[in-house]
């Protein structure tokens, strides 16, 4: 058993690899193609070096975005003991879209807050975790440990800030609009290689967090009831998990975009491949997994021409697995 999940990791981890590759390779066809077709050439090796350099913030990026986003997803899933619910049902992209809207709206698009990519990045992570938070703060500790009813108000919450920002953005001017817009429609290609830097130590920082306690979320999978008897703090451990969750989805919203399904995809995959229970299996896969459809998705949309995005192609695929998901619990 243990040399069939080390054959699983080296299988994933080369498909993951290959996945990095595939996705410069397609970022050479789309802006040099006259090195991709003719590889021999002797300027080769010093333009894919440039290439390199100038595409290392976005891969940073997209590297520790997934792995975090995966391990949210997986700890978010553990704790509210269901399969299909991911941390994107807090309405996390509404709520970034609302702060960003609500910023010009009271203090213009050309105040230091929307126009400093650092101190805007900072201000709308700490609105959505504060959010979060406080609606963890609010409704679980009357309602004990209702995840459910939290998720609720969250749908509530993003079908809400969702509307205030239309309104917002009719009344304003076309300038302020389309500078609302462009930071609030977050892209990989957009991403700000400086902010990355500032960002990663702490992202890593998190999935650490959300990694080292592996062993309790095997138990905390077992329902609240055996984890309190096996010794567990299950309601201080889910409120811990909680605000990791929300630091976690707020700063990969705000540094990558929405990916709602990518963590339902990685987790829910990773389960079906290694037929295991143990997190600390679960997080190394499924964190692979999200490299892969994050990069191959990318790849795609670079050969494509741009005439879609990653966040498109993975809701798509995101969707309909979830559907098959519902259909085959139904059954």
Known sequence: MRNNIWKIYLLIGGIALLSLLIFYFAWIVRYYPQIAGNLHLPHVQSAIKNILIERSGQVVAMLTASVLIAFSSLAFQTMTNNRILTPSALGFDAIYAVTQTTIVATLGFVHVLFTNTVLNFILTTVVMTTIVCSMYMLVL??????IILLLLIGIIISSLASSVSNVIQAAMSDDAFYSVQALSNVTITSINADLVYVMVP????????????????????????????LGVSYQPMSRKTLILVAVAMAISTALVGP?????LLAVNLAREI????????LF????????????????????????????????????????????????
Request: net charge positive.
């Open 284 to 331: 190394i896969l499924s964190g692979l997994l999200a490299i892969i459809f994050l990069f191959l998705g990318q790849a795609l949309v670079e050969l494509t021409g741009y005439q879609t995005t990653v966040t498109t192609i993975i809701a798509l695929v995101g969707g309909i697995y979830m559907i098959f998901l519902l259909l085959r619990k139904k059954d």
């Open 274 to 281: 290694s037929k295991r229970y143990e997190h600390k299996h």
């Open 259 to 263: 990916l709602s399904f990518l963590g």
């Open 202 to 229: 702490l992202m890593l920082a998190i999935a650490y967090l959300l990694f080292r306690p592996h062993q309790t979320y095997d138990v905390m999978a077992l329902g609240e009831a055996h984890a309190t008897n």
């Open 141 to 146: 500790r009357k309602n004990k440990n209702n």
